[in-house]
């Protein structure tokens, strides 16, 4: 049995879980849905949120009934992004190539199981929340995760294949073509490797196709990936990539080999 470990501060952690939450619910919970979603009791429920409210991470809804993130966490985002020179070096090269394509853009980091949105420039024709910065995907079901995926040592590649079949027993697919088939990843991540960029098709969203190539750090690790989107009704996958693999591929060696994140 491992031992506890004595920096670890479980106030804290319970109420960042209290603010999680909210990723599988996104909307005004009430104080039951909030001890169901995290499995506190009342009272620690009740302090957390009464402490969240205070300090404006959580906000009381309408009518002061139920509770619903607070804006202040849109502050934290804003710490971020400007903490991180990647995204600023980054931000010009995504919209020319918005402009380029005509297809949306974006630029998402490697967050071991996930990559996260980081950068979105968008056509007219997206959702709403496929266009937000945060939102996050599973890495082995993206072309983004593939094309980081191609160039971590095998062993980790593997390694995130095998963890990501036990978070797929918990969660649903995005599309019915979304696959956590490890043989078909493997397949995908080794096409990848041989041909420098990824593809993906119809896996995230119904209709659309992606194409990916990882940007990597100073030491020649992934951290990122650029990502650029089509529709099925205008491309084929073999027609996109003909057309905007070495875009895509540029694109990533020119923000490449600078410094890591920081």
């Known amino acids: ?17 209290l603010l999680e939450a909210f990723e599988h619910h996104p909307t005004t919970m009430s104080m039951n849905e909030l001890m169901e979603m995290t499995g506190f009791d009342r009272s620690t429920t009740q302090r957390m949120a009464h402490t969240l409210v205070s ?24 710490d971020y992004m400007r903490s991180v020179p990647l995204l600023e070096r980054a931000t010009p090269l995504v919209v020319q190539l918005q402009q380029d394509t005509n297809e949306r853009v974006e630029l998402s980091l490697f967050n071991d199981l996930f990559i996260i949105f980081a950068l979105r420039r968008q056509t007219k024709r997206q959702t709403f929340s496929s266009t937000l910065v945060g939102r996050q995907l599973p890495t082995v079901q993206t072309a983004g995760g593939r094309s980081i995926m191609a160039h971590l040592a095998p062993e980790q590649a593997e390694d995130i294949i095998v963890r990501s079949e036990t978070m797929s027993r918990r969660s649903i697919p995005s599309t019915p073509k979304t ?3 490890s043989g078909r990843i493997r397949a995908y991540v080794e096409q990848a490797r041989q041909d420098g960029y990824a593809m993906a098709a119809e896996e995230s969203l119904i209709g659309e196709l992606n194409i990916a190539a ?8 992934p951290i990122a990936t650029i990502q650029l989107a089509g529709l099925t ?24 080999g600078k410094v890591g994140m920081a």
Do not use: C, N
């Open 55 to 78: 300090l404006g991470y959580l906000e009381r809804g309408a009518g002061g009934k139920g509770f619903t993130p607070g804006k202040k966490i849109l502050q934290r985002t804003f």
């Open 214 to 221: 990882a940007i990597l750090d100073h030491r020649q690790q």
């Open 179 to 181: 696959t956590y088939d």
């Open 233 to 256: 009704s205008d491309w084929t996958m073999e027609s996109f990539a003909r057309q905007y693999a070495p875009l895509i591929m540029g694109t990533a060696r020119a923000l490449s």
């Open 1 to 17: 049995m491992s031992r506890p470990d004595p920096l670890f501060v479980q106030s804290l952690a319970k109420g960042l879980e």
